[in-house]
């Protein structure tokens, strides 16, 4: 790691033709990841990775390479091969290096490194089991384990030296259940900054029971209705909404591009005024948190929307840089191989004041999102289309029978502003979000809400 080699000798070679900013980024990672599918083990992976990124930010523009050879020899080299694609004023500061800070992170009470092999294919071959049994209509499952440990070092030439270790483990189930013609699937996953103590909290067979009931439940559901209608989502649909209706939308680099319907909106109306965004990378022990992001930056809780006003944007260091303000400790990376870029961490919209119960109980037709599923949105106009994985009619105030195939369409501002009821409970969903090309991990989470009405697609 980096305390081997002479770290401001290789930032002042980084930044020798020039530049206003540069880092190191070392990381040190094993992971293991197990896929079974159709009662096979297709796939066990367990490995070790090692390497530095160095990264020269000049004139708002950044030059970044990576090695896995991690020598101060190498590094120099690499420095020098960054230095190359910079041209600027001369950097004169002393870089100052300070003592290494190491961040606790959250304490692992199993740590999965220590847990062999065979009782983590044990745990996928049981949830495998489980799910296969629950009704002959099921056709396929696959079941998928992963866990990791990194630790990374960062060092930058405004002299702070960061060191954090974070583990992270996921279990998730996919089934597929068919009867004739019809094919539904359920999905179901569990994760978290967590160790192998994650299944003392929930065990594998009950996240394969919740998969394969809901694909074998929504077989006997009738079409969905569509057109426009209240619809109720539950605090369990996880925080798909959120996450791609406004979150992307509130990302530094997006906005500053043009590429989000929320740029140059800060202080106005975005949202109903019940509604408060928020990105907080501090909650313990959720998938999107950690104590500094990639960049040695501080993980913060950032209020993004305040009782429907447009407060601020989600920063890295480069599009804090363009606005003259500070990071929000949101600079992510998927591995040293990849430079830092803005990214959500955990975003859910705050709980409100209503009873769950009494927010269903005031509609009298509509729907009642009990899960999502996946979601498309164009950040520039805010349109966005979501799927709907366990979806029920509503019927004079109560939950009713099972509807299939529905999709939500609308537009993310618009619908924000038609949340006309937020409930008091909360519920996380968890993912690995894509961009650019990358993937982190995150989690979004929302309360009940009630949209006053929403496009819903279904038969006609």
């Known amino acids: 790691m980096l305390d081997s080699v002479d770290v401001s000798r290789i930032l002042r070679r ?17 992971s293991t990841s197990i896929v079974c599918e159709d009662g096979k083990i297709e796939k066990v992976l367990a490995g070790t990775d090692r390497g530095v990124g160095i990264r020269v930010i000049s004139d708002l523009r950044t030059a970044y390479a990576f090695t896995n050879e991690v020598t101060e020899a190498t590094l120099l080299e690499l420095a020098a091969t960054v230095s190359r694609a910079v041209a600027g004023k001369a950097f004169d500061r002393v870089i100052d290096l300070r003592p290494k800070l190491v961040a606790a992170g959250f304490p692992i009470a199993l740590p999965p490194a220590g847990v062999p092999l065979q009782d983590k294919i044990a745990l996928v071959t049981r949830a495998e089991r489980t799910a296969r049994g629950v009704d002959s209509r099921v056709r396929q499952v696959m079941v998928v384990y992963r866990d990791g440990m990194v630790r990374t070092q960062i060092a930058n030439s405004l002299g702070e030296f960061i060191e954090t270790n974070r583990t992270g483990t996921v279990f998730l189930t996919q ?31 009950e996240i394969a029971l919740a998969a394969a009931n809901r694909a074998v439940m929504m077989l006997a559901a009738r079409k969905a209705p569509g057109g426009m209608m209240p619809v109720v989502l539950s605090s369990e649909a996880g925080g798909t909404m959120v996450h791609e209706a406004i979150g992307h939308g509130l990302e530094a680099d997006l906005a500053q591009a043009g590429m989000s319907v929320y740029t140059g909106k800060v202080g106005e109306q975005v949202a109903s005024p019940l509604v408060t965004v928020i990105d907080d990378a501090t909650i313990p022990f959720v998938r999107g948190s950690f104590a ?98 366990e979806g029920y009619l509503i019927d004079n105030g109560a939950i009713g029978e099972p509807v299939r195939g529905a999709t939500l369409t609308g537009n993310g501002p618009d619908v924000l502003k038609k949340i006309v009821q937020v409930g008091s409970d909360l519920g996380f969903g968890i993912g690995t979000c894509g961009k650019d090309g990358q993937g982190v991990p995150v989690a979004d989470a929302q309360p009940t809400l009630l949209i006053s009405e929403i496009t819903v697609g279904g038969a006609a």
Do not use: H, W
């Not at 930044?15 to 880092?23: K, M, N, T």
């Not at 013609?181 to 160790?195: A, K, M, S």
């Not at 006003?309 to 990376?333: E, Q, V």
């Not at 269903?360 to 979501?386: A, E, H, P, W, Y």
């Open 292 to 389: 500094f992001d990639d960049e040695g930056t501080p993980g913060e809780k950032t209020i993004l929307v305040e009782n429907g006003i447009l407060k601020g944007y989600l920063y890295d260091r480069l599009t804090a840089m363009k606005d003259g303000c500070a990071s929000t400790g949101n600079g992510r990376r998927e591995s040293y191989q990849t430079k830092p870029i803005v990214r959500m961490s955990n975003t859910l919209i705050a709980p409100g004041a209503s009873a769950p119960e009494s927010i269903i109980r005031g509609v009298s037709k509509g729907l009642f999102v009990r899960k999502m599923g996946g979601g498309q949105v164009n950040t520039v106009n805010g349109d966005f289309v979501f799927e709907v994985s």
């Open 175 to 205: 089934v597929v259940a068919t009867d004739g013609d019809v094919i539904q699937t359920g999905y179901e996953p569990l994760g978290g900054v967590r160790g192998f103590e994650i299944f003392s909290e929930k065990s594998p067979e």
């Open 14 to 30: 980084a930044l020798a033709a020039g530049g206003e900013f540069a880092d190191l980024y070392c990381e040190e990672g094993s």
